[in-house]
């Protein structure tokens, strides 16, 4: 396949923009790390805060880290001027969320004028190794800024 | 339909006492309000620090209530010194997550031995009025804890 | 919750005669037995030429009506001149697709102008008894014909 | 990634025998092509009786084929002696069902002893001309045949 070609030639610096001011991303650490046409990485370290009973990061974290990551590589197909909202994702949680940082990719699949249709992974590194743990498959809508 | 039976007697005690380990829940404000047979809710106040970038509640956040309010359902229906662990979720998120406070409702729609079937809405509530913004299908795993 | 308006004061006939024109349907055998605002049935018989690698109804199948059911529950809320085309579907099969025949019910959780979003349940009929096989969540898009 | 390493050294046979036994497939004319470790190819060509109200092919038969070839690619990771039941899947319809043949590829994503979670597309072809009109994200189960 060709890469996908932007509609907006400053998708990165409104991406990061509006990454900035997505403000739970800011509370849980995550950061943007990585911004191309139809793929978006953010990484997160982990912490104790975010866990759930079993000491694992919560699912609410990782696939929130990813359902993000989908959403700005939609938005980075994107026309000028506008945002993305989820309509809807799908994830499978594959091994438990432990690893010193977790990196979420999100990529386009299909883009659409209206609807895109994405896809991505959280990896777990830890030491030297790496690890898929999240799975994700989801439905995203621009809408006018 | 008959109410689905509980194989552990105790299970509103276990499941309030894994919530107040599952420390994710304590760190956005959410709080265990109902734990029935088959049925748990979860409310959360409205935080600024939990929102995206239009200033609702991020996706994370309320699907991540909802993903632990249907795993604590099934974990109303499973046996003593067990645990749930998410496989899969599906959200639909119907709405802007605008509200003074989020009530999060997780049911069992077939329970078990090793996976159950949950489903569950989230509602937003402001003043008077109330409305469904988010739908879930989820898989859960019942685990030895 | 008030039931919901149609907007298209035939839509009972328009959905008779699109599925009418949907060939898989007559080709299975399924028949479309209920329509009101926001809820269809289809009914399928048991056929032993629609069954997997076990002898139970394919997963192709009770899943299929089951679209089918959502996407007319859809249009059953949608202005004159529209279709309904399935954006995505995620289902969960509970239990075997054994019996003499199967009903679906797809439902709108919520209508919208361009997405609806659709519930619903594959019910399996055997003698006297009925059973919950297969439950469904589904994105709709309404389309001009 | 490695490839994942097969444990039962039959698959390629065992997966052919039950795909026979597997009464749609035969029904809908779909044919086994490919069978590799963790990957299954399943093809169909377009028939006018499979088909929608808008003419294109159902959603029913083109994530049939892909649900069946993700099963078949969890089976092919399997031990002897087992066999496949699909836990849930999602599928998003990315583009109308129209070409000549329609190719399902599953792939296993993670595998597992006794829950797989699978991936895979479905590709159209008309003409020399090749599209991915349909992706899935499913959860598959081992159980003893």
């Known amino acids: 396949m060709q890469p996908p070609k932007p509609l907006n030639?400053?998708?990165?610096?409104?991406?990061?923009a509006s990454f900035a001011t997505f403000v739970l991303m800011r509370t849980i650490g995550a950061a943007l790390v990585r911004v191309e046409p139809g793929e978006v990485d953010i990484v997160l370290p982990f912490r104790d805060d975010l866990t759930q009973q079993l000491g694992y990061m919560a699912a609410a974290i990782i696939s929130g880290i990813l359902?993000?990551?989908?959403?700005y590589a939609a938005m980075s197909l994107s026309p000028p001027g506008t945002t993305i909202l989820t309509v809807e994702f799908k994830v499978n949680l594959l091994a438990p969320a432990l690893g010193e940082r977790f990196?979420?990719?999100?990529?386009?699949?299909?883009p659409g004028r209206n609807l895109s249709v994405c896809g991505g992974d959280v990896l777990a590194f830890k030491a030297k190794?790496?690890?898929?743990?999240?799975?994700?498959?989801?439905?995203?809508?621009?809408?006018?800024?």
């Open 67 to 71: 359902d993000v990551a989908c959403g």
């Open 103 to 110: 990196v979420a990719r999100g990529c386009v699949i299909r």
């Open 9 to 16: 030639p400053n998708f990165k610096e409104d991406i990061s």
């Open 129 to 145: 190794e790496e690890k898929i743990i999240t799975t994700m498959l989801a439905t995203m809508m621009t809408v006018k800024e």
